[in-house]
């Protein structure tokens, strides 16, 4: 079976950095998507940044020219870059997947980390 496991956050203060970052572990093939969504409490969760498999990108506009998405494809992990932090950005990050998994004979299936919090006040 295919974990996620995130690492990176914590408190920060506003105009301060963190980059996150996520692992991909397990049996699985290649990679369709691999990003990043939020939710802040009384919050839907909303896509934060994701990079395709082609390696295309996709960002939320509240946090273009601030975050960057990478990848480490020897590694299997995904990093999220965050600059010039704002309280607005304080929520539970979590990493998402689209992965083909041999359990299912090559289908793509999705998977979700378990979150990790990041906290913006000065």
């Known amino acids: 079976q295919v974990q996620l496991v995130e690492s990176g956050g914590g408190l920060v203060q506003p105009g301060g950095s963190l980059r996150l970052s996520c692992t991909a572990s397990g049996s699985f093939g290649s990679f369709r998507a691999m990003g990043w969504y939020r939710q802040a409490p009384g919050n839907q969760r909303e896509l934060v940044a994701m990079l395709s498999g082609v390696g295309s990108t996709n960002y939320a506009d509240s946090v273009k020219g601030r975050l960057t998405i990478s990848r480490d494809n020897a590694k299997n992990t995904v990093f999220l870059q965050m600059n010039s932090l704002k309280p607005e950005d304080t929520a539970v990050y979590y990493c998402?997947?689209?992965?083909?998994?041999?359990?299912?004979?090559?289908?793509?299936?999705?998977?979700w980390g378990q979150g990790t919090q990041i906290t913006v006040s000065s």
């Open positions: 998402y997947a689209e992965i083909r998994s041999w359990t299912t004979g090559g289908a793509y299936r999705e998977y």
